[in-house]
């Protein structure tokens, strides 16, 4: 078992793949986790049994395990099954994270928490909505995470092109130790996430999906040749 305040104030890099993109390869994850934990990073968030077993046998760090699923019947996609706890925990990881969105989902919040408790992991609500958070928080989840906000129907308005400060923060105040992730682009806005009350900050795409990164360049440089050309 870690012990939880050594990931107070740091920063925990995801290393995830753009699925099926060329970087969609254990090895690829295990060299980016290994890469991040060199730099500094005192976690890495990884998905997939396989990939957790592998960079578990390479860092020293905690990992935070994920598995994501398409389901058929509902739109719940991190570890959704009790089997997906089991694994993560089997394969290495201390930290599960899991769906704690209010959907229709195969299996409800409080068994995946049970699960885990039983396999002695630490345990991870990633939330959409304070409400989430709420019920999380009084299920006995140790980390609450922003993760999910903007990605389900009810949060859809969210402004996609920065981090939900106000969740960050409204969890915070009720005194929850709250994960920061989700759409933190620069070390500005993990500061600013901190400054919300954030005990620690996960930061994926911006570290480790080329695929993403590239894109944000490019569509910034055409937006600034579009207005180039129209002055
Ligand atoms: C919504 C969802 O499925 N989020 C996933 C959760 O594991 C990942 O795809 C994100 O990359 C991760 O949360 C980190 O966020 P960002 O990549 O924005 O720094």
Known sequence: MIEINQLKN????SCQPVTDGPMDHVDIVVAMAKSAEMAGASAVRIEGVENVRQVAKNL?????GIVKRDLPD?????TPWLEDVSALAGAGASIIAFDATHRTRPVPIEAL???ARRLGVLIMADCATLADGIAAAALGCDFIGSTLSGYTE?????????????LISAFAARGYRVMAEG???DPGQAVAALQAGAFAVTVGSAITRIEHITEWYRSALAEAARGRASA
């Open 60 to 64: 020293h760090i905690p990992i935070i």
């Open 10 to 13: 740091q920063l925990i890099v």
């Open 74 to 78: 509902s739109p719940v996609r991190i």
């Open 113 to 115: 928490y049970q699960q």
């Open 183 to 185: 759409r933190i682009r």
């Open 154 to 166: 009810e949060t859809a308005d969210q402004p996609m092109e920065r981090p939900d400060l106000e």
